[in-house]
């Protein structure tokens, strides 16, 4: 498993563009784990801030209580098409698996908070995540071709290509 700023120093170029598929909505999509170990999806913000990929939950959401209980974890950067006649133009579909750690220290909240530009008392009975990365994915199309740039800390950046 691997923190953000170890993918953005593996292979800059690859996380500049997963952060830019990222930060081309505001809203992504999470998938957690239930009790019973079937799947919840379920809309969240996330933001790359210093080292870390960050997400948060309100209190006691059910998102947040799956990740307590079973901290596996799916992110999911909605794909921004910017032309049906031009797929290229978009900057790709973003995902990223790992595991998530909560984050109790006040202090790195509110050092986190404020590079958002909000209070670091803001949001006090929330629960908030990092990402310890086990996996990213970048799928585009080039041409005739699906493209798939694979960073998995183990083994670095691959890319496959379907044709």
């Known amino acids: 498993m691997a923190r ?3 993918v953005a120093e593996s292979a800059p170029e690859f996380a500049a563009q997963v952060r830019d598929a990222f930060e081309a909505h505001k809203h992504k999509t999470l998938a957690t784990l239930r009790k019973d ?6 809309g969240i913000e996330a933001y790359f ?3 870390d990929l960050w997400f948060g ?5 059910l998102k947040a209580r799956d990740l307590q209980r079973d901290p596996r974890f799916a992110l999911h950067g909605p794909p921004v098409i910017l032309s049906a006649d031009d797929p290229a133009t978009a900057p790709g579909d973003a995902k990223v698996t790992g595991r998530a750690v909560e984050v109790a ?3 790195r909240i509110g050092a986190m908070l404020t590079a958002r530009g909000l209070a670091p008392d803001s949001f006090s009975e929330s629960h908030f ?3 310890d990365i086990g996996e990213v994915v970048l799928t585009r199309i080039e041409g005739p071709a699906m493209v798939m740039d694979l960073w998995r800390p183990d083994q670095g950046l691959r890319t496959l290509r379907r044709a």
Do not use: K
Not at 57 to 61: E, F, K, L, Q, T
């Open 4 to 6: 953000w700023h170890e």
């Open 105 to 107: 220290d006040r202090e």
């Open 129 to 131: 995540f990092t990402a």
């Open 37 to 42: 170990g079937t799947p919840r999806v379920s």
């Open 49 to 51: 801030i210093g080292d």
């Open 57 to 61: 939950s309100m209190p006691g959401a």
